[in-house]
């Protein structure tokens, strides 16, 4: 087996075990496998785990071979594969992200195939984001003009910049149109991830996304929880959310100490192999 590939609420991901798998690992195969037309098709992929020291290691990348610090759904179906394949025998265990070197708590509930990930504190400073606005220390409710359009957006920081934007309609139009322009506008320096929010009540919000590294998708763990951040701070919703995207639906609570707690379920799709066709295509790059 070279590859498995799951869904979390069609946010697809393919998993690379270093362990398993034959080929050299590098950014042009996952730009390969993720390409839809030409390869597997994901939003990503996650390598690992990477064993050193007892600690389960994740590298996350998105479809365009970039690097992800950190994907909330990449995280539920990365546990979902240490499940399937025996790397945990506790319902309670952790997964260490390489890169910014945190370690993630995970548990698996009782309902099949549902887990929650407890992604760490959210933090607002523009710093941080990183977002440079009018040297502002926070961008909460700020204005931007962009497409002719004066747009409302909030920044955070979960372990990857996000934007979240309230006031604009909550669909994929919406989100093909402006997402890009938002993402790469000159005050965020990295790009950034973004979010469009429609407010259905105190417990349940309606998310568009669009991510820096693999455009329009479905579904995204981050952004589910980035929204509920800020809706939250500013106080349009509750601590505890049901977040409502096109694959499907999420649950965020927010702890006292700013902790976010996502939880969702994860479906497997296919395990496979290369063939020996990709693979000479590959040594060709």
């Not at 790397?87 to 309670?92: F, L, P, T």
Request: charged residues 20%; aromatic residues 8%.
């Amino acid at each position: 087996m070279d590859f498995v590939k799951y869904t979390a609420q069609g946010n697809d991901y393919i998993v690379l075990d270093p362990n398993k798998m034959a080929m050299d690992f590098d950014v042009e195969l996952v730009r390969k496998i993720c390409d839809r037309r030409t390869g597997i098709g994901a939003d990503g992929v996650l390598y690992g785990p990477h064993l050193n020291n007892g600690k389960l290691g994740l590298e996350v990348y998105n479809s365009d071979g970039s690097a992800c610090g950190k994907s909330g759904n990449g995280l539920r179906v990365f546990s979902r594969y240490l499940v399937d394949n025996d790397y945990v025998q506790s319902d309670s265990f952790e997964i260490w992200l390489s890169r910014l070197a945190q370690s993630i708590a995970v548990q698996r509930l009782p309902t099949h195939n549902l887990f929650l990930v407890s992604l760490g504190s959210f933090c607002l400073e523009s710093s941080k984001v990183p977002v440079m606005m009018d040297a502002k220390k926070t961008v909460l409710n700020e204005t931007l003009h962009i497409a002719g359009r004066e747009i409302s957006i909030s920044c955070v920081d979960i372990g990857n910049p996000h934007c979240v934007v309230l006031g604009q309609a909550a669909d994929r139009a919406t989100a093909e149109l402006l997402g890009p322009l938002i993402s790469q506008h000159s005050i965020f320096p990295d790009k950034t991830n973004v979010q469009f929010v429609n407010i259905v009540s105190s417990s349940r919000i309606e998310v568009e996304t669009w991510e820096r590294g693999s455009g329009y998708t479905l579904a995204s763990g981050s952004s589910a929880c980035a929204a509920a951040a800020v809706c939250h701070t500013l106080g349009l919703v509750d601590a505890d959310v049901t977040v409502v995207m096109p694959g499907g639906m999420m649950s965020v609570f927010i702890d006292p100490d700013s902790t976010l707690n996502l939880i969702g379920s994860v479906t497997h799709v296919f395990s496979g192999i290369f063939s020996y066709d990709f693979e000479k295509g590959m040594q060709n790059v």
